[in-house]
């Protein structure tokens, strides 16, 4: 029997994964089964992600084609890696749940305290910014598993929700300068926080799925940079809320 074959890829902890084709069959890491590949077979894995804004210098992904002659085994038989140095980084945006930057456990029923901070580490002013945060979420029918309905957001950020699958809905709240002015112009060496609470709902009479998740990620649209109109997106590592019961 062939062995099968797995391509594996490896990124920095400041990469943050937007979408693959083909999917993943397991989202906790970046692997492809290939099964057994014929003589002269050719393929393409597409990996489309962007690098937060705390990424520094050179960055390096790599990629790696193993056999698996047993289960839980893998002989990795070539590699291939691509270096790339970030230009700018002259603003960091980190998202936390519950003072968190990587992932937390949570209960159904239990109130979550979320924080964006941006801070403008480099050296001239950002203009215009607009901030969203970003929830993607299983779902119990077509609602999400977070309630939305009590939300607390001094800020009143705007919130709009939209199904992504049968089991996964996207709600995202927007922040700009008309709900908060400072995010109209950021100096240098200045930070700004934008800070609420938003509960998962309660499992009383419903069933929760089993492996529920929340994923959370904070994006910001840069208009400006001092005088130069340099439109782009920044956004954070991913946190992850893991539902216990």
Do not use: C, H, Y
């Not at 520094?56 to 038989?77: C, H, K, M, N, Y």
């Not at 239990?110 to 002013?125: H, I, K, M, P, Y």
């Not at 994923?215 to 893991?242: C, H, L, M, N, Y």
């Amino acid at each position: 029997t062939t062995p099968t074959a797995v391509i594996t890829l490896t990124v920095p902890s400041t990469f943050s994964l937007l979408d693959t084709t083909p999917k993943r069959p397991r989202t906790d890491e970046l692997l492809w089964a290939l099964g057994e590949i014929a003589p002269g077979t050719k393929g393409t894995i597409s990996v489309i992600g962007t690098f937060t804004g705390d990424a520094r210098g050179e960055q390096t992904i790599r990629a790696s084609l193993a056999f698996t002659p047993v289960a839980d085994r893998r002989l990795v038989q070539t590699e291939s890696s691509f270096t790339t140095r970030i230009l700018g980084g002259d603003i960091v945006v980190i998202a936390t749940v519950n003072d968190q930057t990587a992932g937390v456990d949570a209960r159904p029923g239990d109130t979550l305290q979320f924080r964006v901070a941006v801070r403008n580490s480099g050296d001239a002013e950002l203009r215009d910014l607009t901030v969203r945060g970003v929830f993607d979420a299983t779902t119990i029918g077509d609602r999400s598993i977070l309630d939305f309905n009590r939300l607390i957001d001094a800020a009143n950020g705007t919130v709009v929700g939209e199904q992504l699958t049968t089991t996964m809905r996207r709600g995202i709240i927007t922040w700009t300068g008309a709900n908060l002015p400072n995010l109209a112009a950021v100096k240098a060496g200045e930070q700004q926080l934008i800070a609420f609470t938003l509960p998962i709902r309660s499992a009383d009479g419903i069933t929760f799925p089993a492996n529920a998740t929340v994923t959370f990620t904070a994006a910001v649209d840069v208009q400006a940079t001092g005088t130069t109109e340099k439109p782009r997106t920044i956004r954070s590592a991913p946190v992850t809320i893991r539902i216990t019961r």
